[in-house]
Structure formats: structure tokens, C-alpha cells
């Protein structure tokens, strides 16, 4: 809640103050978190054995960017669902499955990134 007495940078330290205690929280509490951050990690490191360009590091980090961020907003939208409505509802469930269907968009795009950086590697192509 903005308390009108702030000043504006302490304003934004409480910004990045939920900001951050809503980043552990999904490490925290969030499977599907866990096994995107280890999947980014790993990936991470086989980039450094690989030796990545600077164009491949950044099309890795954004894949790995986009596909935790989808993630946590399927997060977000399916906790707001279950708190609206902690019955099933075919609407909430339809709400859901868009939700959950932008994470597997964003994984898709990842694998399509991950194999045009990675194949021709192991392909020595």
C-alpha cells in the first residue's frame, strides 16, 4: 500500500522490497519454478562449456527470461483464480489452461532456441 508521506526513493526501495520478497517466494514455495531456475542453470553452464557468442548469450538469456516470467504469471493468474473462486469452475479452469498454455508457448520457443544455439554444436555443423 503507498503511504502518501514517502518520499520517492523510499518509495521505490518498497517497490523493490515486494518486489524481491515476491521473487523468493516463488523460489520458495513454486515446483515448477525450481525445475525452470535448475533448467536455466544448467543451461547456463553448458553455454559456458560451449563457449557461447555474445548473440547466443543473449537469445539463451532471454529464453530463459521469458519462460520464468510466463511462468510466474501462470503463477500469479492460477493463485488469483483460486482465491476468487477456490471451487472448481469451469471458467476459472478455462482461465487456468490459457495461463498454463502461454508457459508452454514460452518452453516451446525456449527448446526452438535452445536447438538452433546447441545443434549445430554437437552436430559441428
Same mark, same amino acid.
Given at each position: ?36 531456475l ?8 553448458l553455454?559456458w ?6 548473440? /547466443? ?6 529464453? %530463459? &527470461?521469458l519462460?520464468?516470467? =510466463? ?5 500469479? !493468474? ?11 469452475? /469451469?471458467?476459472?479452469?478455462?482461465i487456468?489452461? %490459457? &495461463?498454463?498454455?502461454a508457459? =508452454? ?5 525456449? !527448446? ?5 544455439i ?6 559441428n555443423?
Amino acid at each position: 500500500m503507498k503511504d502518501p508521506n514517502d518520499s520517492f526513493i523510499r518509495g521505490r526501495v518498497r517497490s523493490f522490497k515486494y518486489a524481491f520478497k515476491g521473487f523468493w517466494l516463488l523460489i520458495k514455495t513454486e515446483a515448477s519454478i525450481k525445475v525452470q531456475l535448475v533448467l536455466g542453470i544448467l543451461v547456463t553452464v553448458l553455454g559456458w562449456v560451449m563457449d557461447l557468442s555474445s548473440v /547466443e548469450w543473449l537469445f539463451q538469456i532471454l529464453a %530463459i &527470461a521469458l519462460v520464468l516470467t =510466463t511462468e510466474s504469471l501462470n503463477t500469479a !493468474i492460477e493463485k488469483l483464480c483460486d482465491f476468487v473462486n477456490p471451487n472448481y469452475n /469451469e471458467r476459472i479452469g478455462f482461465i487456468k489452461d %490459457i &495461463a498454463a498454455g502461454a508457459v =508452454t508457448f514460452a518452453a516451446l520457443f525456449g !527448446i526452438i532456441i535452445g536447438l538452433i544455439i546447441y545443434l549445430p554444436k554437437f552436430l559441428n555443423i
